[in-house]
């Protein structure tokens, strides 16, 4: 080593004995530990208290640090920006890479009482220089960084690197257009909608990003990272917003999201839906890419300004999400808060991609922790129908024995709900079902997916409700057509749907002998009189008079009976062109036997003779037609099939 590396070498280990000894002692102490390590640094050596930089070499420093302090004054003071000529700022650079390099030289000498003179001086002309660099990072900032303009379509895979920015002479005549057009003019205007992800956005030309490269690396080798961070930021963080703006989201706070009509946050879903996509896929990835370029080789203040240029937008889509998850549970928002689920499911890769260094990964844990509690919604929305099935009082009765509203409303939300069954099984799967939630289902629990349970527990709470509402019918038979129009609803809503896949195959079955059920205690309490009157005596030898006198009460009877049956059942209701048909049929098997038996044992009675046909009111057509005319129901009773 040279005479001069060893005196540098010396002076080192002396500014470290000095920098961590509190007092002489422990000075001296270390010295001797440097001693014992090599033998350079012997007692003798570095037994100076203070070590004396040449004069000569304080004189060089004085004179060299003149020649900068001229040339950064040239540029600081300079009203034109430097970057604008690009032989000024490389030597602008040069200037500021001389000032660092000499600061760095002769720090380890900051004791001496001249040095430290001078290089406080070279510490105030390099805060100049930061200052002046930071208003030119500022300046190519804004002059290069144009907002992506998403009013129009980009091809996939497209770069924005290559597009021209719009010039000043084009700018006007937009104004101009504007003008002519009645806008105003602080309008943002409103992106096309965005159907292909796959684009990268070079916000900055290839040049300027250089440019700032540069810039970036002098500012971090100078101390003034955070400042230069800070510059960053603060002008792409407006590009953000205004990008998010075109996209037509709002800026509102959770008390303004909870104040809005469902039909304006049905909207703003909508468009937070597209926005986020776009802001996840497209613009924060493009922001992470040119935070990588302009620090390049500074990866924590890469992270940090990224942080800081995604954070406000950020926070303001999780916000938003928030707000609707913590709203109200109405059961009609279910289909667009699980559009928020899914979206924001989709999307979670995207935050834990983006959002995972030690500045942003706050992010990344919110935007999950907001996605569960958007699953907490869902959960209590249908915790919520099952309370307004509960509370669905059993006052009036429908017209006619005919569709209930509750049963309509409850099997069309629970089939358009399935059709997101994949969601939804991921929502419930992760709370199970504890069977203390669910007393009246069987061991189908065990064997059954959180979603199954779920969906059977509401089936049960519907079924009860309408048994409930079944008895505030006086006649037991339009009770029955009640449960019979209800039930056949409830079996068609769920076959052939996800809604019948989650309850399965036995439920159907189970559900369909049922309503066969209602039909027979209907058939029992509405005819088994009816049958009961056309039923033949066969008590043994009756006298001719007594017999005819029988069979034409008997007659008398049915008549009337029948005719008071059809009369009323005829306003009743049943919805389904089927089961009407099936109740008709049924009804014409059991009935059409008995009262051809009936009036051919009518007609053979001596003591009737040929007056016989005079009593017989119906032939089996006029049977047939009236039984035809049963639930047809009224205007009042037959409701929506739908």
């Known amino acids: 080593m040279s005479e001069n590396g060893e005196e540098k070498l010396l002076a080192v280990a002396r500014h470290i004995a000095k920098t961590l000894g509190h007092n002489n002692n422990m000075a001296d102490d270390i010295l001797q530990i440097f001693s014992n390590f090599d033998g350079r640094f012997s007692k003798e050596n570095l037994s100076e208290k203070v070590v004396d930089a040449d004069p000569r070499a304080c004189a060089a420093l004085d004179h060299s640090l003149k020649t900068l302090d001229r040339r950064i004054s040239h540029y600081v003071s300079s009203d034109r920006p430097i970057w604008a000529d690009s032989a000024d700022a490389a030597a602008f650079l040069d200037t500021v890479d001389d000032v660092v390099a000499a600061v760095a030289e002769w720090n380890h000498l900051a004791g001496d009482k001249s040095v430290g003179a001078l290089l406080i001086r070279a510490e105030e002309m390099l805060q100049h220089a930061m200052f002046r660099l ?8 804004e002059r ?14 497209e770069s924005t690197e290559n597009l021209p920015f719009d010039s000043e002479e084009e700018e006007d005549e937009e104004i101009d257009d504007q003008a002519r057009n009645g806008e105003h003019e602080d309008q943002i205007p409103v992106a096309m909608p965005v159907t292909d992800y796959d684009i990268v956005i070079d916000a900055l030309p290839s040049g300027t990003i250089n440019d700032l490269h540069e810039i970036a690396k002098r500012m971090v080798a100078g101390g003034f990272g955070k400042e230069c961070s800070h510059v960053y930021s603060s002008c792409r963080r407006e590009f953000l917003e205004e990008s998010l703006s075109r996209l037509g989201l709002q800026k509102l706070s959770i008390e303004d999201v909870h104040k809005m009509s469902w039909q304006d946050l049905e909207d703003e879903i909508e468009r937070w839906i597209k926005a986020s996509n776009v802001a996840l896929k497209i613009l ?3 922001e992470r890419r040119l935070c990588d370029r302009v620090f390049f080789g500074f990866s924590s203040a890469a992270d940090f300004s990224f942080m800081e ?6 926070i303001q889509l999780l916000n938003f999400a928030d707000a609707v998850a913590i709203g109200s549970r109405s059961p009609e928002r279910l289909f667009r808060i699980l559009d928020l689920f899914e979206t924001l499911r989709d999307l979670i890769p995207e935050f834990e991609s983006l959002f995972c260094d030690q500045y942003s990964v706050s992010l990344r844990n919110e935007a999950i922790t907001i996605w569960k509690r958007l699953g907490e919604a869902i959960r209590g929305i249908f915790m919520e129908l099952e309370n307004l099935i509960r509370r669905d009082p059993a006052k009036s009765a429908v017209p006619g024995g005919g569709l209930h509203p509750i049963t309509r409303y409850v099997m069309n939300y629970l089939r358009a709900a399935c059709r997101s069954r994949q969601t939804l099984e991921q929502v419930f799967e992760d709370y199970g079902h504890p069977l203390k939630e669910y007393p009246k289902l069987d061991d189908r629990v065990a ?3 959180s979603l199954s349970v779920q969906m059977d527990w509401i089936m049960e709470l519907l079924e009860s409700n309408l048994e409930a509402k079944s008895k505030i019918y006086k006649d037991p038979a339009l009770c029955y057509v009640f449960l019979m129009n209800n039930g056949r609803y409830i079996v068609q809503k769920s076959k052939d749907s996800e809604l019948g896949t ?6 159907i079955r189970k559900h369909t002998a049922k309503v066969r059920q209602y039909h027979v ?8 009189k009816v049958l009961g009157i056309l039923k033949l005596d066969s008590n043994g030898p009756v006298p001719p008079n007594a017999v005819a006198k029988s069979m034409k009460e008997k007659l008398k009877s049915f008549n009337m009976l029948f005719e008071d049956i059809c009369r009323v059942q005829s306003s009743w209701f049943v919805f389904d062109e089927q089961l009407r048909e099936e109740i008709r049929i049924s009804l014409e098997k059991i009935l059409l036997p008995a009262y051809g038996n009936f009036i051919g044992r009518f007609q053979s009675v001596p003591e009737l003779g040929k007056h016989a046909d005079k009593y017989i009111k119906y032939g089996t057509e006029g049977i047939e037609a009236r039984l035809n005319d049963l639930f047809q129901g009224s205007s009042g009773s037959t409701g929506s099939r739908k």
């Open 502 to 507: 989650l309850l399965g195959d036995d439920w």
């Open 447 to 449: 064997h059954s997916s």
């Open 134 to 141: 930071e208003d030119e990072f500022r300046s190519l900032m």
């Open 284 to 286: 924060f990835p493009s």
């Open 144 to 157: 290069g960084g144009e907002s992506f303009d998403l009013t129009r379509p980009y091809r996939s895979g």
């Open 521 to 528: 205690h209907y058939q029992r309490s509405s005819w088994n």
């Open 309 to 314: 240029v995604c954070r406000g937008s950020t």
